[in-house]
Structure formats: C-alpha cells, structure tokens
C-alpha cells in the first residue's frame, strides 16, 4: 500500500488576510474530519445506512452500468473511508485505488478479494494522480466532509480519461435541508416529517450523546452540510462545468417518508422496497418542482 502525506494547507506568505482564514478553515474541517472519522472507524460500517442491503444493491446497479458503459479497466474513490464503493467495486472492476484522509479508515478496508487494491493517505485536493489512468472516479457521500469541492473536482477530473466519468451521490440537497430545517421543531408533525426535523437539526446532539463527540467539531467535519446547508444542485453542476466536464446528469435520492414506506411491517421487505422505488420515480418526473423532498443530490459528469 502506498502512503501519500497529507498536505498541511498552510497560508503562502504574503497571502492575503482572506485567504489566510480560509487556508487556516480548511485545515480546521480537514483536522476535525480526522479527528472524528478516527473515533467513528470501528462502528462506521454498521452505523452508516448506505450499509443496508437496498442501499448497496442500488449503488451496484449503478456502478455495474456506469463500469459497463465506460469499460472501466480502473476506478479511483476519492473519500474512500472503510471501502463501501471499492468492494462493490472490486466485483467488475480489475484495478480500484483508494483515497482518504484518515489513516483509521483506511485500516479498515478488507484487503482480501478480487483485483488490484491500493490505497491511498491523503486529502483528496490535494492527491496528484496520473493524469487520465482512470475510466471511473467516485466520490460517495463526501464531499460534504469538504471545506471547499473545487480542489477535489480538479482532481477527480485530471484522473479521468477523456470519455470517463465522475459519479457521486448522497450529497445533501440544499433545497430539503432548507425547506425542512426551517420548520418548527415544537410544531405538530407527521412522524416522518419529525424525524427529518431532528435529522437536520440535532443530528449534532445525537453524535455527542452516542460517541461522545462534541458537536462543534461534528459540524466541522459535516462543513457542506451542517455549516453550509447543503449544496444547491445547480451550483454543483456550474462547479462541475466550471472545472470541465461536457455533460452532468443530476440524480436525486431518499425522498421525505421512504424509510417510513421501506419499513412498512404489513408488506413483504421486497415489495415495500419497490413501492417505495416507484413513489421516488413518480416524484423525480416532478422534479425541478419536487427537489425540496428529496434529501440528497448526486450526479455523473463525463469528461
């Protein structure tokens, strides 16, 4: 496995007072990502939802079909964490790396299976990789983590091949976490919609109470979604423009009630999934309309 160090951001000299706080701000996020991902390395796979197996069936599909399109012989994973994608992954594609900043994440990672592994210590914007090695980039549930995404679309975007492709997803939505982050937490809900509420606004107090991490430094580590607010879809396909790719397909995913649907104890698992798929289908061909009901954003931009 090959290491890279992680760069330390700090201001040029001469650098103005502006971009002085900023490179001091994202050392901060960056350092509190680490802090917090290192505390979290050991319960992340059965804490984190994309775990379930819905969850990964449908991230498979989506790989399997983008792999097949592309015919990805490599695959880089910009936020790899404990391997989500790269062992999905691994399944069609022959070589898969690895990115992350976390040294207690990447410890994780099964090494046994099929292809090529290797991984990579580092923060994303600041991995050089060889230019155009790969058919593949992806970056799931990431790039929030990030103080700034420009750095990590210039690099996901210098590792393509012409004709490859950046996917990502689970991105929080801008549009849902305002619409529901401005509701009433006191007011009369549905229980879904409650649930939301407190998803978006207290999910700080709940990480505290379970792991014992402040909250201030889970927000660091949450930058585009807790400090943020999200990301605003068109923007993040103008920053995707602005850093060169010819053409972004926005996905949207995890409408407001479909864990409530999924759960539904008076119906075979399969057949509430796909009820529930089918309500997500009906409300994307809604979309820009619906976008405030889904919670998170994604997309595939080619090169």
């Given amino acids: 496995m090959t290491r890279t160090a992680i760069a330390s951001s700090p201001a040029a000299i001469g650098a103005t007072p502006a971009a002085a706080r900023d490179a001091a701000d994202a050392r901060r996020v960056l350092d509190a990502n680490i802090a917090v991902h290192s505390r979290l390395a050991a319960e992340y796979n059965t804490a984190e939802p994309h775990y379930l197996p819905e969850s990964v069936a449908r991230i498979e599909s989506r790989l399997r079909d983008l792999a097949s399109r592309t015919t990805a012989r490599g695959l880089l994973d910009l936020g790899c964490g404990t391997g989500f994608i790269l062992d999905i ?64 679309l210039r690099t996901a975007f210098a590792a393509l091949r012409p004709g490859g492709c950046f996917y990502a997803d689970l991105e929080p939505n801008a549009d849902f976490w305002r619409a529901v982050g401005g509701l009433d937490p006191e007011g009369t809900h549905d229980a879904a919609l409650a649930r939301e509420i407190a998803q978006v606004r207290a999910k700080s107090d709940e990480i505290e109470r379970r792991f014992g991490i402040p909250g201030e430094l889970f927000d660091d580590a949450e930058y585009g979604k807790n400090r943020r607010g999200g990301f605003e879809p068109r923007a993040l396909a103008d920053a995707l423009r602005q850093t060169g790719f010819r053409r972004i397909e926005l996905h949207y995913h995890w409408f407001i009630g479909q864990s409530l649907m999924i759960n539904e104890s008076s119906l075979p698992r399969p057949q509430a999934v796909l009820r529930a798929e089918e309500t997500a289908d009906a409300l994307r061909r809604m979309l820009p309309l619906s976008s405030p009901l889904f919670k998170y954003v994604g997309f595939t931009a080619y090169k």
């Fill in 89 to 152: 992954a691994r399944r069609f594609v022959p070589t898969v790396h690895g990115v992350d900043a976390t040294q207690a994440m990447l410890d994780r990672v099964r090494r046994d299976g099929p292809g090529a592994l290797q991984l990579f210590c580092a923060e994303t914007g600041a991995f050089e990789p060889s230019p155009g090695a790969y058919d593949l980039v992806t970056a799931h549930s990431f790039l929030h983590h990030l103080y700034e995404i420009a750095p990590t």
